[in-house]
């Protein structure tokens, strides 16, 4: 990840990408820096990983807890049948490495916890929330502000789905939008799949913007898309000046 230069294996593997002008090897060498912490290996989480590591990411993060269940298949493509009842970060490694073995995956399975999140994504350039869990993503915003990092919110519901590009304080953060009082949702969400890995292209894409250019994808704005008429909207946001978490940043 300290090379100066990309070898010829690296020039041909990402030729695709580097022979945008704007981005060419100097902006390769910028991705295989990065360090991108994603919080969630599941609809979103798996595509998430797939396109930045095949892209060219120089370490992927990846947090989560839980175990691949039968009942994620129809939406998180990172599995297959053969990787049921095992940990997430050890299946989402393994395919990873198959995928592109030049990426180094570091596997986090913890919870994410007030007491805990500094240490396990302390390395990171950016944050991706792929969670769909309301406290932990609150958990994974405030580290994001404390630390000075973009926060990069996605999520699905049915067939629709939203994101966000938080960094105040160019923007709101993920509790000016969503407070404390908002409802938390215990019960499974529904969730098609293709309504996943269309947020999820969303977020990788503006992952790789922010690490290649250093620009933001539509700051102040949360977008939010119906898949069953495809159609989007993106709805001004604004920061809370009164928010406990971004407030009296400046």
Not at 169 to 198: K, N, Q
């Amino acid at each position: 990840m300290g090379q100066a230069i990309l070898d010829e294996e690296e020039r041909e593997r990402y030729s695709r990408q580097t022979m945008l002008p704007a981005w060419g090897e100097e902006g390769q060498l910028r991705l295989k820096r990065s360090v991108v912490f994603v919080a969630g290996l599941g609809g979103l989480g798996g595509p998430v990983c797939l396109y930045l590591a095949a892209a060219g990411v120089g370490t992927l993060i990846l947090c989560d807890d839980g175990l691949v269940e039968i009942s994620n298949l129809n939406r998180q493509l990172l599995y297959d049948e053969a990787d049921l009842g095992k940990p997430k970060t050890a299946a989402a490694a393994r395919k990873l490495r198959g995928l592109n073995p030049r990426t180094e995956t570091v596997e986090r399975r913890v919870r994410l916890r007030e007491g805990s999140v500094a240490g396990i994504a302390s390395d990171a350039d950016i944050l991706v929330d792929c969670l769909d869990n309301y406290q932990a993503r609150q958990v994974l915003n405030a580290h994001a502000v404390r630390a000075g990092l973009p926060l990069l919110h996605g999520g699905v519901l049915g067939a629709g789905g939203q994101f966000a590009f938080l960094f105040p304080p160019l923007t709101p953060c993920l509790h000016c939008i969503f407070p404390d009082d908002a409802a938390e949702r215990s019960a499974p969400l529904p969730a098609v799949g293709p309504a996943a890995g269309m947020v999820a292209s969303v977020q990788a894409l503006a992952a790789l913007r922010y690490l290649v250019f250093g620009e933001p994808t539509m700051p102040n704005l949360f977008w939010r898309t119906d898949g069953w008429n495809p159609q989007a909207e993106a709805l001004e946001i604004q920061r809370d000046e009164r928010c406990p978490v971004c407030g009296r940043i400046s």
